[in-house]
């Protein structure tokens, strides 16, 4: 088992930024492969961005590619996204998960943390 509490959600205007956090416990970080991923009102789950187990691979969705940065902290089991030129449609709530997976799919994470809201105010 993997817990996964994520922190750093909060109100900012547009153009803003903001760092979100996900402390990670249980069994071994490394071994896993971490992603963030956001739902807002009335949408599914969607896909924003991927890390690899090592860190020396990521991917983004097309939506937050260039404006958001993910990246991770194997010593400490942390994993971070940096959240930058931050547009109204990023509003939603934000979930960090762990799986042994290349897939962008929520169901192929078995782990989840309980979510943080972002709201970026027009």
């Known amino acids: 088992q993997v817990q996964l509490v994520e922190s750093g959600g909060g109100l900012v205007q547009a153009g803003g930024s903001l760092r979100l956090s996900c402390a990670a416990s249980g069994r071994t970080f490394s071994a896993y492969a971490m992603a963030w991923f956001r739902q807002a009102p009335g949408k599914e789950r969607v896909f924003v961005a991927r890390i690899s187990e090592s860190g020396g691979a990521t991917e983004y969705a097309d939506s937050v590619k260039g404006r958001f940065t993910i990246s991770r902290d194997n010593v400490n089991d942390m994993m971070y996204l940096q959240m930058d030129s931050l547009k109204p449609e990023d509003t939603a709530v934000y979930y960090c998960?762990?799986?042994?997976?290349?897939?962008?799919?929520?169901?192929?994470?078995?782990?989840w943390g309980q979510g943080t809201q972002v709201t970026v105010s027009s």
């Open positions: 998960s762990a799986g042994d997976t290349r897939l962008r799919i929520p169901k192929r994470y078995p782990y």
